[in-house]
C-alpha cells in the first residue's frame, strides 16, 4: 500500500502539533519542518516524535520559510502529495513592532514556498494548504464575514497574510497548483502559545490559584472573537485539500463572545466569584467568594485583574464573527467543540500543567 506523504511548515506550533496527530492517525508518512532556535522547540510533538509506533512515519528537517534553498531542496527530496503552510510570525500584536520581519515570514515565506513546488515541476502532484485567518476582514464590511466579504486588514500581520492569500490563488491560476486558502478563525487550545488571550488567561488564572502570581494584566477586554478549537479546525484544513477542486473555505463557530466573557467563564468555572468596577483603564475585576479550602492561595478582595495600555494595540480589530455556510455544505463542516468546553478543556490543562510546576518550584 502506498501511504500519502505530508510536509508541515510551522509543526511545532499549536496547529501544526494537531495536524501532525490528525495525519499520522490517516496513515500519512508526515515530514515537518523547524527552525533553528536556539533553545528547545519541539515540546509540543516530543509525543509523536517518541511515539514507536510512528518509527518510519515522522520526521523532522531543519528549514526556514526565509531559506528557499532549504525549501527547495526538501521539497524535491520529499515529493510531497500534500504541503501545509502553517508556519508564520502569528502573533497581531508583536506585528507592530516587527512589521518588516512578519511580512518576510509570512509573505515572502509563502511565496518561497509555492515557487519552490514550481521550481521541483510538481504543479500535478502536490496539493497547497495556506492557512489564512479572520485577520484579513480587520475593519468588518460584512456582519458575518464569508468568503464574499472584503477584506480591511488593519495590522502588518493581516497585510502580510493578504499577500499569502493572494499569491496562493495566483499560483493556483497561473500554474494550476492545487492551492487552497482555509480562512480560519480564532481556534484555541492548552497549546495554544502563552501571549495569545485566551491561554494567557488561563495560564495567569492558575498560577494566581497556586500563589506564582498575584495579578492578571489584560488589554482590550471589549474586543469580541469566535474562538473554536485547533483540534476541530485541523481536520478541516485537510478537509479543504481533499476538495474536488482548489477553493477558499471559512471555518468558524459562528458564535462569539468577549474577552470579558472568557475571563467571567475562567471562574464561573472555578466556582470563584469575581466583581467587576470602574471602567477604561481603570477597571479591574476583584475577588468576592471562593472555597477557602480549595483555593488557599486567594484572598478576599484580592484584585485578580487589572488593565494594562501596554496590551492595547495601535489598531485593533474589534469584532469577528465567521459565516461558514460554504464549509458547511461543500466540506460537511460542524464544529464540535463550544466555548464551555473550550475552557474546561483549558483551564484544567493548565491548573494541572500549574499545580506539577509548583511541586518542582518547591523541591
Ligand atoms: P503558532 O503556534 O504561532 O505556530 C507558528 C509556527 O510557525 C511555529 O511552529 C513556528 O516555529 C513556525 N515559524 C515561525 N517562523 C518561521 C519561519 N521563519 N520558518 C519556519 N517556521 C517558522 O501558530 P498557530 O496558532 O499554530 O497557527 C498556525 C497558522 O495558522 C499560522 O500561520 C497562523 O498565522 C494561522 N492562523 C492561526 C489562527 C489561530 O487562531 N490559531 C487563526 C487563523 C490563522 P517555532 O516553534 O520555532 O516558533
Ligand atoms: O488572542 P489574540 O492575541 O488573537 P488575535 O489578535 O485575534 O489573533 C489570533 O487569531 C487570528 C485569527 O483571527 C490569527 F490569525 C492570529 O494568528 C492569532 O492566532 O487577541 C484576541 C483579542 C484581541 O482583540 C486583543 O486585543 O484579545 C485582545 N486582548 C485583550 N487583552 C489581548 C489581551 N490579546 C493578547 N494577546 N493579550 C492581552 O493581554
Known amino acids: 500500500m502506498k501511504f500519502k506523504k505530508a510536509l508541515i511548515t510551522g509543526i511545532t506550533g499549536q496547529d501544526g502539533s494537531y495536524l501532525a496527530e490528525f495525519l499520522l492517525k490517516k496513515k500519512y508518512i508526515v515530514h515537518g519542518i523547524k527552525r533553528k532556535s536556539s533553545s528547545f522547540n519541539t515540546s509540543r510533538i516530543d509525543h509523536i516524535y517518541d511515539n514507536k509506533s510512528y518509527k518510519n512515519k515522522f520526521y523532522l528537517h531543519y528549514g526556514d520559510l ?113 492551492a487552497s486558502n482555509g480562512i480560519l478563525f480564532n481556534h484555541e487550545s492548552p497549546r495554544r502559545g502563552e501571549t495569545f488571550v485566551t491561554r494567557k488567561i488561563t495560564m495567569g488564572i492558575s498560577k494566581i490559584i497556586y500563589g506564582l502570581d498575584k495579578c492578571l494584566y489584560l488589554g482590550n477586554i471589549y474586543s469580541l472573537r469566535d474562538w473554536g478549537h485547533a483540534r476541530d479546525y485541523v481536520e478541516m484544513c485537510w478537509k479543504v485539500l481533499q476538495y474536488k477542486k482548489p477553493d477558499d473555505f471559512v471555518i468558524a463557530t459562528e458564535k462569539q463572545y468577549s474577552v470579558k466573557y472568557f475571563v467571567d467563564e475562567c471562574f464561573k468555572y472555578l466556582r470563584i466569584k469575581i466583581k467587576w468596577y470602574g471602567n477604561g483603564l481603570k477597571e479591574y475585576a476583584k475577588i468576592v467568594s471562593f472555597d477557602y479550602k480549595k483555593y488557599p492561595f486567594l484572598k478576599k478582595n484580592m484584585i485578580i485583574i487589572r488593565i494594562s495600555r501596554k496590551y492595547f494595540r495601535p489598531n485593533e480589530v474589534n469584532n469577528l464573527i465567521g459565516n461558514a455556510s460554504k464549509a458547511k455544505k461543500l466540506l460537511k463542516w460542524k464544529p464540535k467543540t463550544n466555548i464551555y468546553q473550550l475552557i474546561k478543556e483549558m483551564m484544567d490543562a493548565d491548573l494541572e500543567y500549574t499545580r506539577k510546576s509548583q511541586i518542582k518550584y518547591k523541591l
Open 66 to 178: 526565509l531559506d528557499p534553498n532549504s525549501l527547495t531542496d526538501l521539497i524535491n527530496k520529499i515529493k510531497p502529495d500534500e504541503i501545509y503552510n502553517l508556519a508564520a510570525q502569528s502573533h497581531v500584536g508583536v506585528s507592530f513592532q516587527l512589521p518588516n520581519y512578519t511580512t518576510q515570514v509570512n509573505s515572502l515565506g509563502t511565496l518561497n514556498l509555492l515557487h519552490a513546488i514550481y521550481d521541483c515541476g510538481l504543479e500535478s502532484k502536490t496539493k497547497f494548504y495556506q492557512a489564512s485567518t479572520s485577520e484579513l476582514y480587520g475593519e468588518i464590511q460584512e456582519s458575518r464575514q464569508s468568503e464574499k466579504t472584503s477584506f480591511y486588514p488593519k495590522s502588518p500581520y493581516a497585510t502580510s497574510k493578504l499577500f499569502a492569500y493572494w499569491i496562493t490563488k495566483n499560483y493556483r491560476e497561473s500554474y494550476k497548483i492545487f
